[in-house]
């Protein structure tokens, strides 16, 4: 197997979909689809591209109510670009006897390659080649090419190449009932022979969006001069091309797009700067081919992780694929960018485009490869605090409190109704009442810092925002006299099965472990951050934030009296109440279901809900265990006043495991991270089964519906951080390894604190740490328990 290469063999429209989505192509600021050039969207195929940040809200009538919903914008598709025999038909693998057909991602590259024969009624065989890429060079710029070669005939062949503004957001079926039609033809037309252009807009957020395409003919390497022909509807724009082709001897078609919107910065406007980007352009496929592979091969460097050994392919495989699709979301063209990290990248429409807390996951990899994108991408949080502001207030409550889910402006995008297609039934929809966002938040800033001591970035953005996310979890805090404890009520858990209790009207659940543990955790962090901060900055906070003495006070009571609840001895309550819930009959609900992940809607379904059982969609107290050390959670619970015995963590695993349906691509992740130390077999099986879930669709067609980002980030970092036990806290780069038997060694580079190339190889018996030469300041690694410091130019090896 080519670890670099992602190939399937024959057409299968059942499984269409899911490849369009593994084989998007993007840049980070617009990515599209893998659908076939002359697909249109229906059953089968689904055309869709996707600019980074580029939402539009409608609203329609669903459940016989108003639903207000916003979402990524489908834009107009580039990729139209079909042929036919002079008078014949236009390809289509439906009525045409299909003799030959692979698909291949060539994940180095960033290059998909087609490959067909077809034959029609007449007995004419036809061989055709296509190529695409979307420019990791210039992030406005995709291509496509065409080879024709008629095998067994010869004659007039007809090419028609279009852009198409007619296209609507209809990828995902349970959002059917919405609004999708968000775009507005505005006016297209052509520039020059080999240009044409078109220019929409969406309806309510106003943004306008030009797409340019040049086509050419190009036959022995050289440009022919063919027949052309303008075709013009509303929203849709086409050249039809004509030529004479002979037996055996191939004609290629080149299409090159240029896309930009009104959102671009250095444009006067968007429909000129697509028009004139392609119509200057001096070079063809090739030669911009050329650049996007360089571009590519620079990534790849930064983010090489090699397995040691032969390895195992499809690990390899999988990991690059998944460093892939998280380049294409997320690039250093993003930087430029006011976006955030849509979990389901720009793949599709799931999620409808929104940010959630996936960031979390996906934050870690880039730390240490890419820090100024994590940066950029935490200003996008930076940007909305006033917004966060505004619904603590609207809360009754101080600080900022963020969205669970996120779109333009970062307001509240959480639907407040959602289907369950095994019922039928919409229902009540109280996941906005995850709270526990506004830790991933926090911790991201707080991560950032730890990996690249960037303290300016601290000083003007992360302070504030880790401060008055403090001031919000200070705020939502109400004390019980009783038991001289601080309780956060009213909240919902990462699970997200559990939203109430079963006896209760009022929505919520009170004392979350998870939540209270991390609102600890960023309080203290905030306390830090202002001993950190310069004199004469944290003065400026403080008076710009009005923060006194008997507010930090109060924080500083309520990070040591936070309650958290126990049953059944140690094991930490995933919320207040959780012990007296009733325990499911797995085996049973196997039998009858089969596959359980969506226990939620299995319940539902039957009249039932999880509100009544020990039973979890995904990791919620695990949480704890996955971004906390042993060490620093049992200090946290130290601080809080409780005591955690080492031997309680695993019991804590074993115990939350047997009671998750892992309804969520990230469970794996989590599962294999906890895992990562007490049981090195089980921790490995639920790695690769996280490594598959994407590849092999493990939901049953979630995955067509755009790649699951924070769960193929997981997988990288699993590698990159757990199995090297690399943290990088108090100012130290904490590296103690615990390599499945699974992996030979690894061996790949971190960014770390102004140090470019800090080395890393690691064996079952060694680990050597080198530090390239720079004038940068000695890099201090502790090693299970040994602490050095290592200079620039200097290499250290540990035995294990």
């Known amino acids: 197997m080519n670890p670099w290469t992602l190939a399937y063999d024959g057409f299968d429209p059942r499984e269409e979909r899911l490849r369009e989505a593994l084989c998007t192509l993007g840049n980070g600021y617009f990515a599209t689809r893998a659908a076939a050039p002359e697909a249109a969207a229906g059953d089968v195929h689904y055309p869709g591209t996707y600019v980074a940040g580029c939402y539009n809200r409608l609203v329609s009538r669903v459940a016989d109510r108003e639903v207000e919903n916003e979402e990524v914008v489908n834009v107009p598709n580039w990729l139209p670009l079909t042929f036919r025999r002079e008078g014949g038909q236009w390809l289509d693998l439906y009525e045409l006897e299909v003799l030959a057909y692979r698909q291949e991602l060539d994940l180095r590259r960033g290059l998909l390659t087609r490959f067909l024969r077809v034959r029609d009624r007449e007995g004419r065989a036809t061989r055709v080649t296509q190529r695409r890429f979307v420019s990791m060079a210039d992030p406005h710029l995709a291509g496509l090419e065409t080879t024709v070669v008629p095998e067994n005939w010869s004659g007039r062949l007809e090419v028609r190449s279009a852009l198409d503004g007619r296209v609507t957001n209809a990828g995902v079926e349970r959002y059917r009932g919405l609004d999708g039609r968000h775009l507005i033809p505005v006016e297209a037309g052509q520039a020059g022979d080999e240009v044409v252009w078109l220019q929409v807009e969406t309806r309510t957020s106003r943004v306008r969006i030009a797409q340019a395409a040049r086509t050419r003919l190009v036959r022995d390497g050289r440009a022919v001069a063919i027949e052309r022909r303008t075709v013009q509807e509303p929203g849709f724009v086409a050249q039809d091309l004509t030529v004479d082709v002979r037996e055996g001897e191939p004609v290629t078609v080149e299409k090159v797009v240029a896309l930009f919107t009104s959102r671009d910065r250095a444009i006067a406007e968007a429909s000129d700067a697509a028009s004139g980007r392609v119509g200057r352009l001096p070079d063809g496929f090739d030669e911009l081919l050329e650049r996007h592979v360089l571009a590519w091969d620079q990534l790849w460097r930064r983010c090489r992780i090699d397995l040691d050994g032969d390895g195992d392919a499809e690990v390899a495989r999988t990991l690059n694929l998944h460093v892939f699709h998280l380049l294409q979301t997320v690039s250093e063209h993003t930087i430029d960018l006011d976006v955030g990290v849509p979990a389901r990248g720009l793949h599709g429409e799931a999620y409808r485009g929104h940010i959630f807390w996936d960031e979390l996951f996906v934050f870690p990899f880039l730390n240490l490869r890419f820090p100024e994108l994590t940066r950029a991408l935490l200003r996008y949080r930076s940007r909305r605090l006033p917004e966060a502001r505004q619904a603590a207030r609207a809360a009754g409550l101080q600080g900022a409190m963020y969205p669970w889910q996120s779109g333009s402006d970062g307001r509240e995008e959480t639907q407040r109704l959602h289907l369950n297609p095994s019922s039928g039934r919409w229902l009540p929809d109280k996941s906005h009442r995850q709270r526990h966002v506004n830790a991933a938040v926090a911790w991201n800033v707080w991560q950032y810092y730890q990996a690249t001591g960037d303290l300016a970035f601290l000083e003007a953005y992360g302070a504030e925002m880790l401060l008055e996310i403090a001031r919000f979890w200070a705020s939502i805090a109400t004390y019980n006299r009783a038991l001289d404890r601080y309780e956060i009520c009213g909240v919902m858990g990462p699970d997200e099965y559990h939203d109430g209790y079963p006896d209760r009207d009022e929505p919520g659940l009170n004392n979350n472990a998870y939540t209270n543990v991390m609102a600890a955790w960023v309080l203290c962090r905030a306390l830090e951050t202002l001993e950190l901060l310069p004199d004469h900055r944290r003065t400026e906070l403080a008076e710009r934030l009005r923060l006194a003495r008997e507010e930090l006070d109060r924080w500083e009571e309520v990070s040591r009296k936070l309650r958290v609840c126990f049953h059944d001895g140690d094991i930490i309550s995933q919320f207040e109440g959780y012990g007296d819930l009733e325990e499911l009959d797995w085996d049973q609900l196997r039998r009858r279901h089969g596959d359980i992940r969506r226990l939620d809607r299995l319940l539902e379904a039957d009249g039932d809900t999880p509100n009544r059982y020990?039973?979890?969609?995904?990791?919620?107290?695990?949480?704890?265990?996955?971004?906390?050390?042993?060490?620093?959670?049992?200090?946290?619970?130290?601080?809080?006043?409780?005591?955690?015995?080492?031997?309680?963590?695993?019991?804590?695993?074993?115990?939350?495991?047997?009671?998750?349906?892992?309804?969520?691509?990230?469970?794996?992740?989590?599962?294999?991270?906890?895992?990562?130390?007490?049981?090195?077999?089980?921790?490995?099986?639920?790695?690769?089964?996280?490594?598959?879930?994407?590849?092999?669709?493990?939901?049953?067609?979630?995955?067509?519906?755009?790649?699951?980002?924070?769960?193929?980030?997981?997988?990288?970092?699993?590698?990159?951080?757990?199995?090297?036990?690399?943290?990088?806290?108090?100012?130290?780069?904490?590296l103690s390894p615990s390599l499945p038997e699974e992996l030979a060694g690894l061996d790949f580079d971190v960014r770390y604190r102004g140090h470019w190339g800090i080395n890393l190889h690691l064996t079952p018996r060694r680990l050597r740490v080198r530090v390239a030469d720079s004038d940068a300041a000695p890099v201090r690694v502790a090693v299970r328990g040994e602490v050095v410091d290592l200079p620039p130019g200097s290499m250290r090896e540990f035995p294990l």
Not at 638 to 656: T, W
Not at 708 to 728: K, N, S
């Open 614 to 734: 020990k039973a979890s969609k995904q990791a919620d107290v695990l949480m704890l265990f996955y971004l906390l050390s042993a060490e620093e959670l049992r200090g946290l619970l130290e601080r809080l006043g409780y005591r955690l015995e080492p031997a309680a963590i695993r019991r804590n695993v074993d115990y939350y495991l047997a009671r998750t349906s892992h309804g969520s691509t990230l469970s794996g992740v989590v599962n294999a991270w906890v895992l990562a130390r007490s049981d090195r077999p089980r921790s490995w099986r639920y790695f690769t089964e996280a490594l598959a879930s994407d590849l092999h669709d493990v939901q049953g067609g979630t995955t067509a519906e755009g790649i699951h980002l924070g769960a193929m980030a997981g997988t990288v970092d699993l590698v990159q951080r757990c199995y090297t036990g690399l943290e990088t806290r108090q100012d130290v780069l904490w």
